[in-house]
């Protein structure tokens, strides 16, 4: 039982009364603690009033911490594609590379900023907002609105802006669909992620490179790549999900967990070397089938 909730009761015996429903659930302020010890000696009125100016003073901390870790991410997002870019216009690395490695980390980094922000109910919608400025970034320059030329030689494959109202759309939806489905309760909405970023992401580098004997009945795809895309997205779904029980906020039976991402990873895999990209791209077709085949392994 939290300090907050043991507070709420102890409201009700003194007061006789259900405690405030408006309560936020955050964590317990230094000024909740203090009026934990002092309701019983305050009178009713003077405590509604302390309670009101409490719960204000803890929605605002949240509010703070939510805005702070939101700029904060999107500061990164917008750092990473600009580094990125500067490594390609330096000649450092290939465009096709480049793009591949925004791919990989723009996800996977997302994923790791979701515990910078609060316990209360409302920060997924602050998480999911950093993929929707970039959902609009990707809008106005693939309509030629604007012209980001660093977001479109570092995102696209041949410098089209209409490319990027593809797969890096679809992306950047599906970062802001887990962000709000799923968020870091469940183990779906990561699982998702680390195949679509980093299992997908790992399969065209990997299969470009290596990737000479073909898939029988997908010639465009290769066993190098199919393999790294399966090793990559499970070892990288277990780390995730690691790091997401180590920080409290999934607590997995580890025993049952291991077999059910390998199983998911291995239809992922499955799904992403059939031939239908021309129908539906990857970055649909990779996290819908991993949200749907994880919501029922891991939530029946
Ligand atoms: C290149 C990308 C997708 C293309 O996929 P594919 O066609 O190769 O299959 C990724 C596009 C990334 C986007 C422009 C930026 C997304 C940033 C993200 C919402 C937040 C990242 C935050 C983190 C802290 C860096
Ligand atoms: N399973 C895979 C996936 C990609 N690849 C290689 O990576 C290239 C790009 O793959 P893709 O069309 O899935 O690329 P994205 O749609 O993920 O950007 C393919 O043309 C292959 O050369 C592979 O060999 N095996």
Redesign the pocket.
């Known amino acids: 039982m939290t300090l907050l909730s043991s507070h709420l009761m102890l409201f009700s015996a003194v007061h006789r009364r259900p405690p405030p429903t408006f309560f936020p659930r955050c964590n317990p302020s230094t000024s909740q603690t203090v009026l934990f010890f002092c309701s019983p000696v305050l009178p009713p009125v003077r405590l509604g009033q302390r309670l009101r100016r409490l719960v204000a003073a803890a929605a605002a901390e949240d509010l703070l911490h939510n805005a702070g870790a939101t700029v904060?991410?999107?500061?990164?997002?917008f750092?990473?594609?600009r580094g990125f870019d500067e490594l390609t216009r330096r000649n450092i690395l290939n465009q096709g590379l480049s793009?591949?490695l925004?791919?990989i980390?723009?996800?996977l980094?997302?994923l790791?900023?979701w515990p910078l922000f609060s316990n209360s109910p409302k920060a997924r919608y602050f998480a999911a907002f950093?993929?929707l400025?970039?959902?609009f970034?990707?809008l106005v320059n693939g309509l030629s609105l604007a012209s980001d030329e660093g977001?479109i030689q570092?995102?696209?494959?041949e410098g089209d802006p209409l490319?990027?109202l593809?797969?890096?759309l679809?992306?950047?939806v599906v970062?802001?669909l887990c962000a709000l489905m799923f968020w870091r309760e469940s183990p779906v909405g990561v699982v998702s992620l680390a195949m679509m970023?980093g299992g997908?992401?790992i399969a065209?580098i990997i299969g470009r490179r290596y990737g000479h004997t073909k898939i029988p009945y997908n010639k465009k795809k290769s066993w190098a790549g199919s393999m790294s895309m399966f090793c990559f997205g499970f070892l990288i779904s277990i780390g995730m999900l690691y790091y997401y029980s180590v920080l409290g906020h999934v607590q997995l039976d580890w025993a049952s967990t291991v077999p059910k991402i390998a199983f998911i990873s291995f239809v992922a895999t499955l799904v992403e070397s059939l031939p239908i990209t021309e129908v539906v791209?990857?970055?649909i077709s990779v996290p819908l089938s991993t949200m749907a085949l994880a919501f029922f392994t891991f939530h029946n």
């Open positions: 904060a991410v999107l500061g990164g997002a750092t990473l594609v793009r591949k925004v791919h980390l723009s996800g980094l997302f790791v900023s950093v993929p400025i970039n959902c970034r990707l977001l570092s995102v696209t494959r490319e990027l593809r797969g890096p679809y992306y950047v970062l802001m970023c997908d992401g065209d791209d990857d970055n």
